[in-house]
């Protein structure tokens, strides 16, 4: 099956600094990523649908600003965690869903656990 | 709006034998997909399968099986000789016309030996 790769796997910052974290797709080409925000034993929470070559759509209640995305390429999106707080720390997944075969699979990265100290 | 409902937060099952994960949605369209995807403690999502809407005929990927009642808007997912490696979070979802997919809350499966 088709791979995404997410990096870092998890990073530890300081308080008021940026984190990027990175979503690779692989063997395949994707126009859209989505980004998840997941608490302890909860559910995955859409936090922005990611486009490539154009501004990313961001779910209501989610802060464009803190949370910068960019796809810039249709293998590449970028997720900044800007000026980060002890309440960002989670564990933060993508998908890229596969522009081939009509785009109706979603693969996922193995996610970044994000601790902010 | 797009919901997506497991009512069983957590279910266990000895191994070898079979269980039954539950899940509800809804939505007034009539061409759709549904998957469900593992969540093991890795925390890597992996699809265990997926359905279309306008097939009549459940999907079955080895193990794994489902019973899509599209009238009842049901999706359940049957795991036959349940494995210790069957043990994960498993997530329901839902999916339409390249839009975004919509997870249920969740079943924490538990196998016992």
């Known amino acids: 099956g088709a791979v995404v790769s997410q990096h870092p796997s998890w990073v530890i910052c300081k308080s008021g600094t940026s984190v990027k974290i990175e979503c690779r797709s692989l063997d395949f080409q994707a126009t859209t990523m989505f980004w998840y925000r997941q608490f302890p034993k909860q559910s995955l929470m859409l936090m922005a649908t990611?486009?490539?070559?154009?501004?990313?759509?961001?779910e209501q209640g989610v802060e464009k600003d803190k949370f910068l995305i960019n796809h810039a390429s249709l293998t590449l999106s970028t997720l900044t965690v800007t000026s980060a707080h002890p309440e960002d720390s989670s564990f933060y997944i993508c998908?890229?869903?596969?522009?081939?075969?009509?785009?109706?699979?979603?693969?996922f990265g193995q996610g970044t656990r994000l601790t902010v100290v | 709006a797009q919901t997506v409902t497991q009512s069983q937060p957590e279910m266990s099952v000895q191994e070898a034998e079979t269980v039954t994960l539950s899940c509800t949605y809804d939505t007034s369209e009539s061409d759709y997909y549904l998957f469900w995807y593992k969540q093991p403690p890795s925390r890597q999502m992996i699809l265990v399968i997926r359905q279309e809407a306008y097939k009549q005929q459940n999907a079955t990927e080895n193990r794994f099986s489902v019973n899509f009642q599209k009238a009842a808007k049901s999706f359940s997912l049957k795991i036959s000789d349940s494995q210790l490696g069957d043990a994960a979070m498993y997530f329901c979802?839902?999916?339409?016309?390249?839009?975004?997919?919509?997870f249920g809350s969740g079943t924490k499966l538990n196998v016992k030996p």
């Open positions: 998908s890229a869903r596969e522009d081939a075969g009509g785009g109706t699979e979603a693969f």
């Open positions: 979802a839902y999916y339409y016309n390249f839009n975004k997919f919509y």
């Open positions: 990611s486009n490539e070559g154009s501004k990313a759509t961001y």
